[in-house]
Every structure is written in C-alpha cells, then in structure tokens.
C-alpha cells in the first residue's frame, strides 16, 4: 500500500508536539563548587533534533550552551532528557533558542549565558540562532 503525499504529511502532523509539551521540571541544578566563580561551562550537544512547524520534517543541529554559574550548575543526564522532548516538538529556531535560555536561566540564575543554536542545511540555507543573558546586577564578571 502506497500513503499519498496528503496522507504522509497528516500522519507527520498528528505525531508532532506543540511548544508547550516542553518542560523544564527535568532539569536539575547541583551546587557549584568553583570559589572563583570565574570559570565558563560549555555544553555542545552536536545531535540536537525538532520538527518543522510547518512541514513536520527534522531539523538536525548542533545546540550549544555557554554560561558563567553563579551558585548552581546544571546535572547533564537532566539536560540531554530535557533537549530529548524537542524530538517530537514542532519549533522554530528562533523559538526554541529563546526557550532554552529562558529555562535554564530560571533553573541555574547565572551571571551570563548564550545559548547558540545551529541547523544543518535544508534547502540550501543554513541557519544559526544565538541568545542572550546577562544577570543585570552583574558586578561580579571578571
């Protein structure tokens, strides 16, 4: 039996999760033990995946996150369970970039963080996504 292009594109919506499925009740934070306080996490996850939003097709990219911990960093096996719900999530990158940082930032408070978002080509084109924080009583920065 052969599934007409109608039909595959309804079966590829009807598995796809919204934005909202997302939650970040999975990431935990642990007690950073750096004194200094100066030392930059960088945590690269080279097989990030979410669907379309329109199409339902993957999106295959590379999501890294670097940020100077204040008080509390994040526990890995939490954060690769936490970017496994994108897998299902239809997202835009400039959507997911943003959600990312806002969770983390909520659960860790650092004193500055980006989170850098980059998808393989599709079409031809290539996208990266980059966002910001920077905790605004941030005195202590080196």
């Known amino acids: 039996m052969t599934m007409s292009m109608k039909s595959i594109t309804d ?3 009807s598995i796809r999760q919204s934005e909202a499925f997302i939650s970040p009740d ?6 950073y033990q750096n004194q200094e306080k100066n030392t930059w996490v960088e945590i690269s996850n080279p097989e990030f995946t979410s669907l379309c939003p329109r199409t339902g097709l993957p999106d295959f990219g590379t999501i890294t996150i670097r940020y100077l911990p204040d008080q509390r960093i994040v526990e890995l ?13 239809g997202i835009y990158y400039e959507v997911l970039t943003q959600q990312i940082l806002n ?3 909520k659960v860790l408070e650092p004193f500055e963080m980006i989170v ?13 996504v980059t966002s910001t924080y920077k905790k605004e009583d941030n005195h202590h920065v080196p």
Do not use: C, P, W
């Not at 999975?26 to 007690?31: F, G, K, M, R």
């Not at 096996?77 to 999530?89: E, G, H, V």
């Not at 850098?116 to 990266?128: D, H, T, V, Y």
């Open 116 to 128: 850098e978002a980059s998808f393989n080509s599709r079409g031809g084109l290539s996208s990266k």
């Open 103 to 105: 969770h983390l930032v």
């Open 26 to 31: 999975v990431l935990e934070a642990i007690a």
């Open 77 to 89: 096996k939490s954060l690769k369970y936490y970017l496994l719900q994108y897998r299902n999530t």
């Open 11 to 13: 079966y590829l919506i």
